[in-house]
């Protein structure tokens, strides 16, 4: 089996995974916590890209599909940087500062997107995507704070632990990873597309790992609303 098989079949099974372990806790979404339901809203947001690239990759739309990633990466940002507002319970003064922040990579990456789609061709061999980096770099600095934090102060994370724990975990693990993959993808601009699938499986491995702890992240007994909350 190919690399390129292997990818197919990867994001298949991801695909799926999303539909479904998304999808059966959507009776549930009023009861959940704010940032589990950013996080369902994300999920669902990833699932209608997927689809949309499958439907490049199997021919039923003509062209590249690359230019979806600068969108999903905008998107991607916006909601994933809400979710950690949530959990992270920062002080008012602090989260003031991290709010400045977030709106300046926001306007930073939304500026690139916009210059990027109307100047690119989009080809494998020519595509970059400087932008993930920028989004990576600050998910993994968000996801060290939040591990960071639930050590000094675990009586603020008591109420929604699980949920949170797992999220983050996969969140810093698929972050970490790709941005190193991207960081590589980057200097290998007109390279061959065979060159780099390895590359890109790993990526999808990642991805994959991230939804699933995503979606168990959903499923845990505290991602719901308690009468006390501790943040949020």
């Keep these: 089996m190919s690399a390129a098989d292997l990818i197919k079949y990867i994001a298949l099974l991801d695909l799926t995974l999303l539909l479904i372990g998304t999808g059966s806790r959507l009776y549930a979404f009023k009861k959940l916590h704010p940032a ?34 600068h969108i999903y990466t905008l998107v991607e ?5 809400l979710v950690y507002q949530y959990i992270l319970y920062l002080p008012p003064k602090k989260n003031k500062w991290l709010r400045l922040y977030f709106l300046i990579v926001l306007i930073s990456i939304s500026f690139y997107a916009l210059i990027s789609l109307t100047t690119s061709s989009f080809s494998p061999e020519n595509f970059e995507l400087y932008s993930k980096l920028f989004v990576n770099g600050t998910m993994i600095a968000l996801a060290i704070r939040f591990f960071i934090s639930s050590l000094k102060k675990p009586e603020r994370y008591l109420n929604h632990f699980n949920a949170s724990a797992y999220f983050n975990s996969g969140a810093l693990l698929y972050f970490a990873g790709s941005f190193i993959i991207y960081l590589i993808i980057n200097q290998m601009i007109q390279a061959q597309l065979s060159e780099t699938l390895y590359i890109w499986l790993i990526n999808v491995l990642l991805t994959f790992v991230f939804h699933l702890a995503c979606v168990i992240a959903l499923w845990q007994k505290d991602s719901q609303r308690t009468k006390t909350l501790l943040y949020g």
């Design 36 to 69: 589990f339901r950013l996080l369902v809203v994300y999920l669902l947001f990833v699932s209608g890209v997927e689809i949309l690239a499958k439907l490049y990759v199997y021919g039923w739309l003509s062209g590249y599909n690359l230019y979806l990633l």
């Design 77 to 81: 940002f916006v909601l994933l940087a």
